[in-house]
């Protein structure tokens, strides 16, 4: 059972750099989420996508963008990136009307 | 706004002793209240939750979390540790019957265990 797949799983990249964080689940919940886990602030929402085609800001969207194409995919971009961007990225999804969150195992990013 | 507290940043115990994790809430409505924990190096896996009914849920691995609606607590509970339950805990609180509004964390106890 795969569940949620997030890759890369560590990347090293330099300021201004374009970066897409990849997330695809198989269990065809329909919304979809983005957050951040940095020590000690715990996680953040990014930007979330309740079903395909919609999304929604989180509580720090800004200098990261997200697409719905899909059900199955929830890509989030850093168009250019920063150090402050450093920081571990979580994909989640869940189904409908029952809050539960399946988390992937998580996407490590450092900015130089 | 809803927001979760928890008040211990970091918790040592000793194997064999009994746990009590922390979690107040702020929310306007009825919420779902879960636990989360988190392994080094891991995602996120769902402890328990409660959604209605029973105050008292029973989670995996012998946690146990009592939601007391006059304290705004969800507090979880284990009565005896073990090595492995060495992890970081999250509470997260949304709103019931309200769709995919997305859950809101706490920053998180982190737990050690000692021999």
């Known amino acids: 059972i795969a569940g949620i797949t997030q890759a890369p799983t560590s990347q090293i990249l330099a300021a201004g750099r374009r970066m897409t964080l990849r997330c695809t689940q198989d269990?065809?919940?329909?919304?979809m989420y983005w957050y951040r886990q940095d020590l000690g602030l715990g996680l953040r929402l990014i930007h979330y996508s309740n079903t395909a085609g919609t999304t929604g800001k989180g509580e720090v969207p800004d200098g990261y963008s997200v697409s719905r194409a899909n059900t199955d995919d929830f890509p989030l971009t850093l168009a250019s990136a920063v150090p402050s961007q450093t920081s571990v990225y979580f994909c989640?999804?869940?189904?409908?009307?029952?809050?539960?969150?399946?988390f992937g195992e998580g996407s490590r990013l450092t900015v130089l | 706004a809803q927001s979760v507290t928890q008040p211990d940043i970091h918790i040592t115990v000793s194997e064999g002793a009994s746990l009590e994790l922390r979690c107040n809430y702020s929310?306007?409505?009825?919420?779902?209240l879960f636990w989360y924990v988190q392994s080094p190096g891991q995602g996120l896996q769902l402890l328990l939750k409660?959604?209605?009914?029973?105050?008292l849920v029973q989670g995996i691995k012998g946690f146990e979390a009592e939601f007391k609606r006059s304290q705004s607590s969800f507090n979880l509970r284990k009565p005896s540790v073990h090595w492995s339950d060495a992890a970081e805990y999250f509470c997260a609180v949304g709103p019931f019957l309200s769709g995919n509004t997305p859950l809101v964390f706490g920053k998180g106890t982190r737990l050690s265990v000692i021999a």
């Open positions: 269990m065809r919940h329909n919304a």
């Open positions: 989640a999804s869940s189904q409908a009307g029952t809050g539960e969150l399946f």
């Open positions: 929310y306007g409505a009825t919420p779902y």
């Open positions: 409660y959604f209605s009914g029973d105050t």
